[in-house]
């Protein structure tokens, strides 16, 4: 074994002693008994994640779902370990084994002092706002999703063709990101507020770059054929609804299938729709018929 190698099995050894904290099943609202843990993902950029999942062995359909971003080191040093924990237990009571990965450069990791000689590992950042790269930044998220149908599959605990995608903010851009590589596991994705570049300094409405975020989802619509749903909020004050009916737009006139829903006012900021148990029975009528209709 060499010692890059050793290394990397240390850390996730050490990762998993540490993170091994597994919580009690709990019945979900239909009775299903759901299990949630904590994983350390040996990947090629090891990360952690947040599993739940139906007690048993499966094999289960597996959902990944795809958190948002924070450009400032200090809030991802605080971020949750899910932003949509209810949201990820209702996936799991209807059957599906969920993965929700922690990107890399949060928590701990989130260290990033240069000055110091301390860099963070974030890896999704657009760049200038005068020609933000909204294009990379979505497919290195998308690229972390393949990794984890890999791993899932290859240990068993899911079946092959049965992969859903949902994602919040930059985790729902870099969702529309993966569509436009249409991988065959997948059937279906599902995205709230999906976007890149909202709120430039903290300014609501003021988007990094909208013509060019337009544009690049256009782009992905040119080669996306899987199945989507868009859910975007009247007061969202990232992705305004002038702005995400031009991007469902763009994309479906590109080539792209896209189901999109405007949600009304949902607390003081739309953004947040999904990381509230109170908007389930809103969004979840519209996500059972779209998934039936995939079957």
């Keep these: 074994m060499n010692l890059r190698h050793a290394s990397t099995v240390t850390y996730l050894a050490g990762a998993l002693s540490i993170l091994a904290c597994f919580l009690a099943p709990v019945r979900a609202d239909d009775n299903v008994r759901i299990q949630e843990e904590v994983w350390a993902l040996p990947l090629p950029l090891p990360m952690f994640a947040y599993v739940v999942r139906p007690v048993g062995d499966g094999p289960f359909p597996l959902a990944i779902m795809n958190h948002g971003v924070s450009l400032k080191a200090v809030d991802r ?27 890399t450069g949060y928590g701990a990791a989130a260290i990033d002092i240069p000055e110091h000689g301390l860099y963070g590992p974030f890896f999704s950042k657009v760049g200038s706002c005068t020609n933000p790269n909204f294009h990379d930044a979505g497919r290195a998220v998308a690229q972390v999703d393949l990794w984890i149908i890999d791993y899932m599959v290859a240990e068993k605990r899911v079946l092959p063709k049965d992969v859903i995608v949902i994602g919040q903010s930059a985790g729902g851009w870099a969702s529309i990101a993966l569509s436009s590589a249409n991988p065959p596991q997948v059937k279906a994705i599902i995205t709230f507020a999906a976007g890149r570049g909202g709120r430039v300094d903290g300014k609501p409405n003021n988007n990094c770059a909208p013509d060019k975020l337009v544009e690049v989802t256009a782009d992905f619509g040119r080669t996306s054929r899987v199945p989507m749903l868009w859910f975007y909020i009247e007061n969202d004050t990232f992705f305004g609804p002038a702005l995400s009916k031009r991007m469902h737009e763009a994309f479906t006139a590109a080539g792209g299938r896209a189901e999109y829903h405007l949600m009304p006012p949902f607390g003081s900021e739309g953004h947040f729709f999904i990381g509230s148990p109170d908007t389930i029975p809103m969004w979840s009528p519209l996500v059972e018929r779209f998934l039936d209709a995939q079957k």
């Design 77 to 103: 040093s605080f971020f949750p370990l899910v932003e949509f924990r209810n949201a990820a237990k209702w996936f799991a009571s209807r059957g599906y084994f969920v993965v929700a990965p922690v990107g």
